[in-house]
C-alpha cells in the first residue's frame, strides 16, 4: 500500500491472529503504491521501547518502493535498535498482479490506461534494508520455508515477559458418581425383590384355599 496501517495490534492472542490473518483482503487499504518507509515508521510506532526486549520487523515484499526513502527509515529503526528482516516475493523478471472477483475468475491488475501492471522483485533495495536493519535478506522460494528460518532466528533473540495466560485443567471426577448410581440402583432392585418374596410367604392376609 502506499500507506502503512496498523491492522492487527500486537498481542499474544494467535487464534485471533490467524483469523484476521486470513480475511486480510489486497482492496482493504485505499491508496496504491508501495511504500516501505511508512511501513517501517508504523512498526516503529506500534512497539514498546520501554520494555528491554529485541524489537524485529518482518518484511515481506517485492521489495518495489514507490513511496519515501525506505533507508532513512531503516536507519532510525537500527538507532532504536530494532531488526529488519526482509523476504523477497516475486520475480526479477517482473510478473503481472492476478485479481480474483467472487466467482473465481481472475484478471491482471492494470494502470488507468488499461494496461497490465508488472512487479519486479527489487533484491539490492531489501538487501541494503536487511544488511543496515542488522538483520537478513531471504529470497522467498517454494523450496524452503524463509519465513521458518526468520523465526528461529527471532526466537535466539532477547525476549521480555509482558503477560501471563493461566489456564485452569480440571479433573473429571464424574466417573465416581456414575458408579456410586449404578451400585445403588443395584442394590435397590435387589432389596425390592427380595421384600416382594419375604412378604409372600408370611403376609397373614394371604387368602386360603376353602378346600383344604
Excluded: C
Aim: hydrophobic share 40%; no cysteine.
Amino acid at each position: 500500500a502506499g500507506e502503512a496501517y496498523t491492522q492487527f495490534p500486537l498481542t499474544t492472542d494467535y487464534s485471533a491472529a490467524n483469523l484476521f490473518i486470513d480475511a486480510v483482503e489486497t482492496d482493504m487499504v485505499p491508496t496504491p503504491g508501495t511504500s516501505l518507509r511508512s511501513a517501517i515508521k508504523q512498526a516503529l510506532e506500534s512497539f514498546d521501547f520501554k520494555t528491554p526486549s529485541t524489537k524485529v520487523i518482518v518484511l515481506i515484499t517485492d521489495g518495489e518502493n514507490t513511496e519515501g526513502d525506505a533507508l532513512t527509515a531503516t536507519k532510525e529503526a537500527a538507532e532504536k535498535g530494532v531488526i529488519i528482516y526482509t523476504i523477497g516475493m516475486g520475480s526479477q523478471a517482473g510478473v503481472p498482479i492476478p485479481i480474483y472477483d467472487t466467482t473465481g475468475q481472475h484478471d491482471f491488475k492494470r494502470d488507468a490506461n488499461g494496461n497490465v501492471v508488472v512487479t519486479r522483485l527489487d533484491e539490492l533495495s531489501l538487501e541494503k534494508i536487511a544488511t543496515t536493519g542488522h538483520g537478513v535478506y531471504y529470497r522467498a522460494t517454494n523450496a524452503v520455508d524463509e519465513l521458518g528460518e526468520v523465526y528461529k532466528k527471532i526466537n535466539g533473540l532477547q525476549k521480555h515477559q509482558f503477560g501471563v495466560k493461566q489456564i485452569t485443567d480440571f479433573e473429571d471426577r464424574f466417573q465416581f458418581f456414575i458408579g456410586f448410581g449404578i451400585l445403588l440402583l443395584l442394590l435397590e432392585l435387589f432389596i425390592s425383590e427380595n421384600k416382594v418374596l419375604w412378604l409372600a410367604k408370611w403376609n397373614p392376609t394371604q387368602e386360603r384355599d376353602p378346600f383344604r
